[in-house]
């Protein structure tokens, strides 16, 4: 469910029907109230509120002007446009929107068709791999290059099969940052993030080349054309990474912001009607946050399954090589520990950042209305704060994959106890196996011995 901006209008009109955010200010009113006992200060206040009443959160050129937020990580839309993953474009002003005929669509229809020759090429010259040998790492790697396959033919599904609920998350940024400036009288900033999204794009690229370069010089049988094939799958899965930090932080940024100004807001006039145009804001916000699981559900329920599943194949595979030949570090090793911290860091970044966005959207606020002292307002304030603690009860703040998995830090340590629980299985199923080769070797070791005799 969407905050429509009718909703939004009649929060602020009803604001315990004192409809001060809905009408023009009486000027011969306000110099009768200068001269009286209101504070002058409150109604410059009340008079800027009246004139922000005007804007409206649906009108595309007004969220246009506020969506900072979209101009700062529009290169990273960008770049996933480039690699046919999210076809969305901005078709209007304030509006994100995606259409299987737009000129986006018709890209990413033609590029996946060409990626997906040469992932098919390279594919059947790694599942060759599995017929002409016999050796247990060789078939370890062998998996590893094929899951890393994978992501591309998941494309469709989770990248072009979400692109809508992706553009409506992104269009309705552009309303909350005109209620947010409405409601404060500020408009929402946020420092160094275009510059962070800078560095993030140029380090998505890097890392995916220097990620591949590594592999293929220390594992062996890993062609360097090979690596034609997974340069877009690789920086898509940190460019995934990325995104989700970014739109984490915006959050975060948009949480402490608004939870700065409620604290600044109630030290000069703690009224029921101030209150209630916060209450209804950080639903707004709450609403955010949700909207973004929702809105990634496939994207990222795919993302940890694939993480989860290379970093067990690796570790798996390390392990086995260290049974085998011992603690002696070897390429292939090097390469499989490369594989499995890489991999760990991108599990981790995604479960941290939503950790930390969840807990920062709840706590400045909650702080400040916890702070309040109620002997020193009135009924209909009280009553305001009441209803505000009981919304942020009722609307807890996590990050939830339309209800599959929660994602905070929880998901990361289940995540490591599933890995180590499977791991603990299949080494048990390989050191079986050597100790059913050892009689065998032993007995070709004495059959050996007596015929040298």
């Known amino acids: 469910m969407v905050i429509k901006d009718s909703e939004f209008e009649h929060s602020f009109g009803y604001a315990l029907l004192r409809g001060d955010m809905g009408t023009v200010w009486d000027t011969s009113k306000d110099e009768r109230m200068v001269n009286g006992t209101m504070n002058p ?15 409206n959160s649906a009108d595309g050129d007004t969220c246009e002007l506020h969506d900072q937020f979209y101009r700062d990580h529009k290169l990273l839309l960008v770049l996933f446009r480039a690699l046919a993953v ?38 059947y010259e790694r599942i060759k791999v599995f017929r002409t040998t016999s050796k247990f790492d060789e078939y370890i790697y062998g998996i590893l ?24 998350y992104k269009t309705m940024w552009g309303a909350f940052q005109v209620r947010y400036y409405r409601v404060t ?57 990325a995104l989700w930090y970014i739109n984490c932080r915006g959050i975060r ?12 807001d109630v030290a000069v006039e703690c009224t029921a009607a101030m209150i209630s145009r916060y209450r209804f804001l950080w639903l707004n916000l709450s609403e955010l946050l949700q909207s973004l699981g929702n809105a990634y559900a496939r994207t990222y329920s795919t993302y940890c399954l694939f993480m989860f599943v290379n970093i067990t194949v690796a570790i798996y595979g390390a392990l086995s090589e260290i ?9 292939k090793e090097i390469g499989l520990i490369v594989d499995t911290v890489y991999c760990s860091i991108l599990l981790f970044i995604f479960c941290d950042c939503s950790h930390n966005a969840t807990l920062q959207v709840a706590q400045g606020v909650q702080d400040t209305l916890l702070g309040i002292n109620l002997l020193k307002v009135d009924q209909p304030t009280q009553k305001e704060i009441d209803l505000f603690i009981q919304a942020i009860e009722m609307n807890p703040a996590i990050v939830s994959l339309k209800g599959y998995a929660e994602v905070n830090r929880e998901l990361l340590t289940s995540s490591i106890s599933t890995i180590a629980i499977y791991l603990i299985v299949l080494l048990q199923f390989k050191l079986s196996l050597i100790s059913q080769q050892i009689p065998a070797e032993i007995i070709e070791n004495v059959k050996l011995l007596q015929k040298g005799t």
């Open 253 to 264: 940024v948009a949480s402490s912001s608004l939870s700065r100004c409620f604290r600044n």
């Open 86 to 123: 999210m076809p969305i474009t901005r078709s209007a002003p304030g509006r994100i929107t995606f259409s299987w005929r737009s000129s986006a669509s018709i890209y990413a229809f033609f590029f996946y068709i060409v990626t997906t020759v040469i992932v098919l090429v390279v594919g």
């Open 185 to 241: 009288g500020t408009s929402l900033q946020f420092p160094r993030l275009r510059m962070l999204i800078v560095c993030f794009s140029i380090g998505c690229l890097v890392c995916a080349i220097v990620f591949l370069l590594s592999l293929s010089f220390l594992l062996e049988g890993f062609a360097l054309w090979h690596t034609s094939a997974y340069y877009h799958i690789i920086t898509m899965l940190n460019m995934n990474c």
């Open 145 to 168: 290059f094929v899951i890393f396959l994978v992501p591309h033919f998941w494309i469709p599904f989770v990248g072009w099969g979400v692109a809508k609920q992706v553009a409506i």
């Open 41 to 55: 200060e409150l109604i410059v206040r009340a008079k800027e509120r009246a004139i922000r009443a005007q804007l």
């Open 323 to 331: 049974i085998d030949h011992g603690f002696g570090f070897s390429f």
